[in-house]
């Protein structure tokens, strides 16, 4: 897929991956669309790619509500004409117990990280598949290929987010359509997620139990020294122009050999194993 003078739409694009992304997006020559629900980073963001010769548009965006989905797909078109790229990156993490984690706490991590992929590609493929091109990048995590304790909300809604990628994918190949899909499975990175609670609806849960402040804590530590974002970026975008659909770490990679170990579980059809990297079985 050629990239250069054509659009993409970037959500979650004020940090972490989602703004990596809008910076090589921009670095390959393409006039990006910004979104996000925190306004200020926002605009920060947009206004690093100008700077650096790049066309920008920042436009605030709460993925939860498909009105605002309708309204930045307007906004891009009106601005830019058409759009080529459709990077569906917006996610908050939430841990703990899973049978005592509250509701509202699912409510919200499928809310942005489950319906507000849907809502994209419901506002967005229909226009791609219009115009007769275009391709859409989806962020699950590596949290979709391995199993892991004590973040049921985040993982249940990053295995959605795998499913319904590889619908979308088969469903477009089966039409023999002129959109493709990739979905990018990232391991440890250097972003907030493990702050993500500043944006939660009415504030963080109250009665914090101590497996949520674990697991959260271990996240902003695993995070803190994680792999720069960019490497993620020029991994799903390699995987945008080849028009690859699994985007995976490398092989030999600690987080690639937890996924392969849960493979093998599956297909032993014995006992589930914690494989994931730093723990022992």
């Known amino acids: 897929m050629e990239l250069r003078n054509r659009t993409a739409v970037v959500t979650g694009a004020a940090s972490g991956i989602g703004r990596a992304l809008a910076r090589r ?43 605002d989905l309708e309204a930045l797909a307007a906004r891009a078109e009106d601005a830019f004409g058409a759009v080529h790229l459709v990077c569906n990156n917006a996610g908050v993490f939430a841990g703990g117990l899973s049978y005592e984690t509250p509701l509202a706490d699912y409510e919200w991590v499928f809310a942005v990280n489950v319906w507000g992929v849907l809502h994209g590609l419901r ?7 219009a115009q007769g091109e275009g391709h859409v990048l989806i962020t699950a995590s590596m949290a979709a290929l391995t199993a892991t304790p004590f973040a049921a909300p985040y993982v249940m809604s ?18 023999s359509a002129p959109v493709g899909v990739s979905v990018v499975c990232p391991e440890m990175i250097r972003t907030g997620i493990g702050e993500s609670r500043r944006n939660q609806p009415g504030g963080a849960s109250a009665g914090a139990r101590p497996e949520r402040e674990l697991v959260e804590g271990a996240l902003r530590a695993g995070c803190a020294t994680g792999l720069d974002p960019d490497v993620i970026a020029v991994r799903a975008l390699e995987a945008v122009r080849e028009r690859r659909f699994y985007v995976l770490p490398p092989a030999g990679d600690p987080w690639n050999a937890a996924m392969r170990a849960r493979q093998d579980d599956l297909r032993a059809g014995g006992d589930l194993r914690l494989s994931l990297p730093g723990t022992k079985n």
């Open 25 to 67: 997006c921009a670095g390959s020559g393409m006039r990006v669309v910004l979104a996000d629900v925190e306004a200020a980073p926002l605009a920060e963001a947009a206004r690093e790619l100008e700077k650096q010769g790049a066309q920008a548009l920042a436009v605030v965006t709460d993925v939860s509500r498909p009105a």
């Open 158 to 175: 990053k295995h959605a987010v795998l499913a319904l990628a590889e619908s979308l994918h088969l469903e477009l190949r089966a039409r």
């Open 123 to 129: 506002t967005f493929v229909p226009r791609l598949l």
